[in-house]
């Protein structure tokens, strides 16, 4: 596989990370976002990418764009080791963190964002900084606020809870507080709380972790305090210390710059 990346980008970070813990092998072409107006933007890359984004997945003769898809085809292609839970509530579970990130928070802080900002709407870099910062610590204060519930046996499979109510019907209780989860039996990863869990959700990380740790790295650019989400900063740093997660980090890219 052919994977185009950045050090610094969260997205390809994710597909990093999901290449990393499912061991896959993979040479990586480099993307540099900033120079000579951005690569991403070439038409050379844009074939490949038509949002001019990284990363890139190349498999065979198929192409894969956003990290999120990328994730979910390794773990369809190469199900072991899984990167998704596998009872319905807790890939529910894993899902909505992974929207949380990659669809209401990493978007509102993109390069193409701030730039757009700053060049149209002739924004000052401290105001961008602010918007960047402001959308960050929005989307870690919901997650932590996940976590916390999760943790709390809220949206988890609790006692002999019937499948029944399908996914819509025990997240939906767990954002309540309600008691009539669902879920269940298979696998049992949902009923894992944090304080048994170092993980986002069950016993070993997925989709959930990849995004977190991707994007407390970049709101940690941004000095965003990340000590003030205080489960996510626990699941980040002991993410951070396997083998798997230190592989794909941004400091340990080839193309890593000061
Ligand atoms: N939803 C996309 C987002 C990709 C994305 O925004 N990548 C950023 C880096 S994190 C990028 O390439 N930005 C280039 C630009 O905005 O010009 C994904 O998850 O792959």
Not at 68 to 96: D, H, K, N, S, T
Not at 113 to 123: A, C, D, I, K, W
């Amino acid at each position: 596989m052919i994977l185009y990346t950045y050090f610094r980008s969260s997205a390809a970070y994710r597909a990093r990370l999901a290449l990393s813990l499912k061991g896959i092998a993979y040479e990586a072409r480099f993307v540099h976002l900033l120079r000579d107006g951005g690569e991403q933007l070439k038409p050379g890359y844009r074939r490949l990418n038509p949002l001019g984004r990284v990363p890139t997945l190349i498999d065979g003769e198929r192409v894969f764009t956003q990290s999120v898809a990328i994730m979910e085809y390794l773990e369809e292609a190469c199900p072991r080791p899984a990167i998704m839970p596998g009872e319905p509530v807790a890939r529910a579970q894993a899902r909505a963190i992974t929207q949380v990130l990659a669809a209401d928070t990493q978007p509102l802080q993109n390069l193409a964002v701030s730039r757009y900002l700053g060049q149209v709407m002739n924004q000052p870099k401290p105001a961008i900084d602010a918007w960047m910062r402001h959308w960050m610590n929005n989307g870690l204060a919901a997650l932590e606020e996940l976590l916390a519930g999760f943790a709390g046996g809220v949206g988890s499979a609790g006692e002999g809870g019937s499948s029944s109510g399908g996914v819509g019907s025990g997240v939906g209780s767990s954002l309540s507080g309600g008691s009539g989860v669902s879920g269940g039996s298979a696998g049992g990863a949902v009923a894992k709380s944090i304080a048994e869990t170092p993980f986002c959700i069950g016993d070993f990380p997925t989709i959930a972790d990849i995004c977190l740790v991707a994007q407390c790295f970049a709101s940690r650019r941004l000095a965003v305090p990340i000590e003030r989400y205080p489960r996510v900063a626990r699941i980040e740093a002991h993410c951070r210390a396997l083998p798997a997660f230190q592989v794909a980090a941004p400091e340990r890219q080839p193309d890593f710059e000061t």
